[in-house]
């Protein structure tokens, strides 16, 4: 299912990876995305521009891999490859979204 041009597979990726924007070897999201060569440090910081814009508008935080999204920055699976590189605190080494047993 498709909510605002965005998959719900993506979404639920993002709220999986909770708040934790680094990896373990303290990574931001954006500079995985650049890392990986999904995008260019321009693109990651016209992301950050819109970012800053839509708050300073009144506007609720957006997470910076969704708004990459909206922007065509990025597609669903390049940004679930990101957030798997991204590990929650208390998480063992794995796809960094569930503990492993």
């Known amino acids: 299912m ?3 041009g965005v998959s719900s597979k993506a979404d639920r990726e993002m709220r999986r990876s ?3 924007s680094k990896n373990s070897g ?5 500079q995985i995305a650049v890392r990986k060569g999904f ?3 321009r693109d990651v910081d016209e992301a950050l521009a819109r970012q800053k814009e839509l ?7 957006r997470l910076i891999g969704m708004i990459m999204l909206e922007m065509g ?3 669903t699976t390049e940004l679930i490859e990101i957030l798997r590189d991204i590990r929650t605190p208390g998480v063992p080494a794995g796809d960094g979204l ?3 047993r």
């Open 2 to 4: 498709r909510r605002n």
């Open 18 to 20: 909770g708040s934790q």
């Open 26 to 30: 303290g990574e931001l999201f954006g």
């Open 39 to 41: 995008v260019s440090q």
């Open 55 to 61: 708050e300073s508008n009144g506007r609720p935080h």
């Open 73 to 75: 920055l990025l597609g």
């Open 98 to 100: 569930r503990p492993q």
